[in-house]
């Protein structure tokens, strides 16, 4: 049995909003009547669906309107909620009719698509189960109170390998089967948790990553507060991965005052470069991380104040302009030839 509702919710003020997935927003807000408060209780964190028409802005009023779907399998009964319709400033942006969103809902891409025998079934201290099984295996969640068993035929719904695996059947017995607008909705509430539990983390670590940038000579300085300048996430996304990287290649800069002996280092095997510079957190590193540090300590020695516009450590994983090395300003530009003229550099197109 299925019931249905659709309402729009009170009105809320945008604080902040930063882009996540295509058309998709986390905002911070403060609902429109605490507006004259100063109190951060009453900031909402919200995943903003705005399908490409709007983009969000600080100081824009929205209400969101939300379809509740109530589900009831058996002797349980849930509730789905999706955004169906955005009205911006007392004007309505989209707003998807009850028929449309009803019938959305009873169209499934999903089907089960995988048949094995569970060859491997371990149970970790959460209570979750790794289950085996031919070429593949799965975590179950505790959560749907189920015990797998050696030689137990398990089945898999979904659009196959390399998605989401959105229903488990065990024996003929659905333990879970996701509708695609279920898996959609699960996706939100974690982009929404992360962006939370980020947050929170900048908030736990900003005294000890303040005390790090003041510790960086000017160059390294420069080349954070223009990442800062450029990105108003990066504080929060990308500076405490940058800033190992340039507490690192200080490291190396003490060690080492040639791009000769730096390639060198580079070179040598892990036991070698531990007792090449010894202070260096090696334990820390990821291959780019090392690589980064490298390569920053090598463009200082060269030209320190090039180091300021060299690409971003997670650059390759953000992309450029989000992390915010790309596009220069044209002060940058200016900036830019005078160095490559001051160095003697040759610039590439």
Not at 27 to 43: G, M, V
Not at 168 to 195: P, Y
Not at 241 to 267: P, R, S
Request: net charge negative; proline share 3%; charged share 30%.
């Amino acid at each position: 049995m299925e019931t249905f509702s659709g309402n729009w919710t009170g009105a809320v003020v945008v604080i902040s909003a930063e882009q996540i997935y295509k058309s998709e927003y986390h905002l911070i807000a403060k609902e429109s009547q605490h507006l004259r408060l100063d109190d951060p209780s009453k900031e909402r964190d919200i995943i903003l669906d705005t399908r490409g028409l709007y983009v969000p802005k600080e100081g824009d009023v929205i209400e969101l309107y939300i379809y509740a779907r109530k589900i009831r399998r058996g002797i349980i009964e849930i509730v789905e909620h999706e955004q169906a319709g955005l009205r911006i400033n007392g004007i309505i942006n989209f707003q998807d009719s009850d028929e449309k969103i009803e019938k959305d809902h009873e169209m499934f891409s999903g089907k089960w698509w995988e048949k094995d025998t569970l060859t491997k079934v371990t149970k970790y201290e959460d209570g979750d189960y790794e289950m085996g099984f031919g070429g593949g295996g799965f975590i179950l969640s505790a959560k749907h109170s189920v015990e797998p068993k050696v030689g137990d035929v398990i089945e898999l719904y979904g659009n196959g390998i390399g998605r989401p695996i959105d229903g488990v059947r065990i024996n003929g017995n659905i333990v879970f089967q996701n509708s695609d607008r279920q898996t959609e909705n699960d996706r939100l509430e974690w982009l929404a948790k992360n962006v939370k539990e980020k947050r929170q983390k900048f908030e736990d670590n900003k005294t000890e990553m303040d005390k790090t940038y003041e510790g960086l000579i000017p160059e390294f300085k420069a080349r954070i507060d223009r990442f800062r300048a450029k990105n108003r996430q990066f504080r929060m996304d990308g500076e405490a991965y940058e800033l190992f990287v340039c507490t690192e290649a200080m490291k190396l800069l003490k060690a080492f005052k040639t791009t000769e002996e730096l390639n060198k280092f580079y070179d040598m095997d892990s036991k070698a470069q531990k007792k090449a510079v010894p202070d260096m957190d090696f334990g820390s590193h990821s291959g780019n991380t090392f690589g980064t540090a490298v390569t920053l300590a090598r463009m200082f020695i060269q030209a320190p104040k090039m180091t300021k516009f060299m690409h971003g450590a997670l650059a390759a994983l953000t992309g450029c302009e989000k992390y915010g090395c790309h596009p220069l300003t044209s002060e940058e530009s200016k900036e830019l030839d005078a160095l490559v003229k001051e160095y003697g550099l040759k610039k590439t197109p």
